[in-house]
Every structure is written in C-alpha cells, then in structure tokens.
T-cell receptor
Framework: GDSVTQMEGPVTLSEEAFLTINCTYT??????LFWYVQYPGEGLQLLLK?????DKGSNKGFEATYRKETTSFHLEKGSVQVSDSAVYFCALSDQHTGNQFYFGTGTSLTVIP | EPEVTQTPSHQVTQMGQEVILRCVPISNHLYFYWYRQILGQKVEFLVS????????KSEIFDDQFSVERPDGSNFTLKIRSTKLEDSAMYFC??????????FGQGTRLTVV
C-alpha cells in the first residue's frame, strides 16, 4: 500500500544552517506530494506541494523536488531561522486510493539562535 | 481566505460517554477527512468521506466511530463510548480531487 517514510528527528540546528529533511514514498499510482508544517499548539498548514515528477515546490525559502526515480521528496532550506522551529510532515495523496492523504511520522525541528 | 473550522477547540469527557466533534469544511470541497494525533506522535488517518459515504477507513475507525454530514455544511465525528486511549487531537480536513488537504485547527479531546 501507499506510505511515506520520513527521517527521524528531532533535528536541532543553529540559525542560518542548511536544512534537509528526507522523505521517500511508496505509491501505486502517480501521487501528489506535500510538506505540511505544524507550529507549536497549531494545526497542520500546507508548506509546499508538487503534483508530478520533476516539479519543484517552494514556499518561505523551503524547497522540495518530486523525484520519481528515487521516489523522494526531500525538504531543504538554505538558511533556517528560529521561527522555522516546528514539526514537518511529508505527505502524499494518490487518486488510486480514493484521494486519501498518507503522512510520514513527522520531524521535529528546533532552531537555536 | 476559506478555512476549515472545528468546534470545540477542547473537549473533556468522561470515559464511556459519547462525544461529537464538529467540522465545517471549505464550502466547495468534495472530500472530507478525519485524522487524529496522539500527543507527540504521528498524524493517523481515520476516515475519508465522499459523495455522502465513507470512501476509506483505517483500522482505528472501529464500530465506536461514525461520521455524518447532516446538512450541506457540517461534517461530524462521533465516538460512541470513549476510552482513555481516544485522548488525542482530532483534525478535520477537506479537499478537492487531487488537491492539497486543508486542515482545521483541531479539537483536543481529553478522556478522563
């Protein structure tokens, strides 16, 4: 079945460090891929998305490229800020499974000044 | 900007009681979902709903759970007889075909 595997956390970085959070997926069809962010005490917010192979999603300095050959959608940011501290979830939706969303386990990021 | 709204934001209930969690999805969306997140753990799929019926449900969504769209705007999750392990944050979401899901702020359910 469809699934998302996300790198384990927690991740602690200094401000302005480079961030990578790995995400790989398994899907029966051609899924759309997403990164959601959850700030402390809040709900899930869409950070970025990509709907087909080689698409790059980007938002707020974050980027992720849909790589079909490696079934990956790694999240990157060149210079993190304290305000980026949150939990990041990789997710996919697959029209072959009724548009259900599958989430990774989440990666907690803490950025220290 | 349209948003998914959930009420209440926090619900405390005694074990064995019934609870109804309410959600108002985005008005032109066709797919509706419930997810839960036990404190500090992953976001777990409960159920998806399309065309006035359940399209998929997880193993978590047993006979104690039910969903309903009683009118054109609300989407509810009912837990018939709550257990301590039902304590979690419950998120409602809605989407259209092959688009991102928009999530509500969640209802924190505490079973005592």
């Amino acid at each position: 079945g469809d699934s998302v595997t996300q790198m384990e956390g927690p991740v602690t970085l200094s401000e302005e460090a480079f961030l990578t959070i790995n995400c790989t997926y398994t899907a029966t069809g051609y899924p759309s891929l997403f990164w959601y962010v959850q700030y402390p005490g809040e709900g899930l917010q869409l950070l970025l998305k990509a709907t087909k192979a080689d698409d790059k999603g980007s938002n707020k300095g974050f980027e992720a490229t849909y790589r079909k050959e490696t079934t990956s959608f790694h999240l990157e940011k060149g210079s993190v800020q304290v305000s980026d501290s949150a939990v990041y979830f990789c997710a996919l939706s697959d029209q072959h499974t009724g548009n259900q969303f599958y989430f990774g386990t989440g990666t907690s990021l803490t950025v220290i000044p | 900007e349209p948003e998914v709204t959930q009420t209440p934001s926090h619900q405390v209930t005694q074990m064995g009681q019934e609870v109804i969690l309410r959600c108002v999805p985005i008005s032109n969306h066709l797919y509706f979902y419930w997810y839960r997140q036990i404190l500090g753990q992953k976001v777990e799929f409960l159920v998806s709903f399309y065309n006035n019926e359940i399209s998929e449900k997880s193993e978590i969504f047993d006979d104690q759970f039910s969903v309903e769209r009683p009118d054109g705007s609300n989407f509810t999750l009912k837990i018939r007889s709550t257990k301590l392990e039902d304590s979690a944050m419950y998120f409602c979401a809605s989407s259209n075909w092959n688009t991102e899901a928009f999530f509500g702020q969640g209802t924190r359910l505490t079973v005592v």
